[in-house]
């Protein structure tokens, strides 16, 4: 099977100079001055942001911390001005950081292990881990308070595109329960990411894997019901994290340093806030969604346990990432933890 490739369009290296001008003040003299009062001190001038491009997966409740940290000024507090770009697509986001686009990347920790495994010089790191749970679920046409994985079994789910965490995740649970992706279930991949729902509600397949704010939409409409949690089923998975290229962290640890310190406080507010107060927070953010839907999701997401209380990207939830990979056929290299993860700056925030 071949796995996604990330292009390296690094032909040119960009330097760019900004030049300020500083208009030199002359004192005059004149008759008199002796006599003016002296000029009050000036208090000491802040200090200059640092202007941070961040290039996210895809713009989700499902990363509240984040956007609580953004509504809330986390990132000013540290001296970072924040730039935040969807990108709709992990290789996009990939490409904009290799190319210098982005500064830092917000995806899949699986792009780090593909571009490593490619022989990239100047890799992607993982520095931050924001949520340790998949963020969708399975739907269902009816309730079924009693449901088991067993039951997908001679039916259609419109699943995810191949090669992607969210079909990665749903069939490493399909085989921890005994099921064959291939054999036991027809899986329909055809449909676009994002369309999946739409086309649930016009009746076609029997299940189907959404992520929000798709299913708790379907379930409003009456036309699907959420029958398991992709979360709570697949286990502590490291399903998005930030990244950026070594170089840059080489180059701008502090910046990183003062980007984790914002994160890890949306981490605590979440931590110590309930969903109510948490999607007041982010409400801003989803200018398409009415408060009530952003507190379900929000609620939903809370009650999985979806967010770390800090950012240690731990090596357990590394290899457990890696298993899901070469389970589904998409890692033919396992790559170091050691080359692929720091800690440092996750560890120096929780304190």
């Known amino acids: 099977m071949k796995k996604r490739l990330f292009t390296l369009l690094l032909t040119t290296a960009f330097a760019v100079l900004t030049l300020s001008a500083c208009g030199e003040k002359t004192a005059q003299e004149t008759a008199g001055n002796a006599e003016e009062p002296a000029a009050a001190s000036k208090p000491a001038p802040k200090e200059e942001l640092s202007d941070v491009t961040l290039n996210e997966v895809a713009h989700s409740i499902f990363y509240a911390p984040m956007y609580v940290a953004i509504e809330e000024g986390y990132f000013e507090d540290e001296n970072i001005r924040l730039e935040l770009v969807c990108g709709f697509g992990a290789d996009k986001v990939m490409t904009a950081v290799l190319s210098g686009e982005a500064d830092i990347g917000f995806m899949g920790s699986e792009s780090s292990i593909y571009t490593y495994n490619e022989g990239a010089n100047d890799y992607v790191v993982n520095f931050a881990q924001l949520t340790q749970r998949a963020g969708n679920f399975l739907v269902a046409r009816e309730e079924m308070p009693e449901f088991a994985w067993n039951d997908l079994k001679g039916n259609t789910v419109l699943g995810g595109r191949k090669g992607g965490m969210p079909e ?6 399909l085989k921890e329960n005994g099921i064959d992706p291939s054999s036991d279930l027809e899986i329909n991949q055809s449909i676009d990411f994002g ?3 739409a086309a649930f509600s016009e009746n076609l397949g029997d299940f189907t894997v959404e992520f929000e704010p798709g299913a708790t939409a379907l379930e409003k409409e009456g036309k699907g019901y959420v029958v398991a949690s ?5 286990g502590y998975v490291p399903y998005t994290a930030f990244s950026a290229k070594q170089s840059f962290i080489d180059e701008n640890p502090d910046t990183i340093q003062s980007f984790v310190n914002a ?3 949306g981490m605590d ?3 110590s806030h309930s969903p109510e107060e948490i999607a007041k927070i982010i409400e801003p953010q989803f200018p398409e969604s009415d408060l009530e839907t952003i507190t379900t999701i929000v609620t939903r997401y809370y009650d999985q346990d979806t967010w770390k209380e800090n950012l240690v990207f731990e090596k357990s939830s590394f290899e457990l990432l890696q298993d899901i990979l070469e389970s589904a056929g998409e890692l033919e290299q396992r790559a170091p933890y050691e080359d692929l993860v720091t800690t440092s700056f996750a560890e120096k925030a929780a304190k």
Not at 168 to 173: A, P, W
Not at 230 to 234: P, Q
């Open 269 to 271: 507010y979440v931590q």
């Open 195 to 197: 369309a999946t729902a």
């Open 263 to 265: 994160l890890q406080k």
């Open 168 to 173: 990665m995740v749903f069939e490493y649970i």
């Open 230 to 234: 992709l979360g709570e089923d697949s």
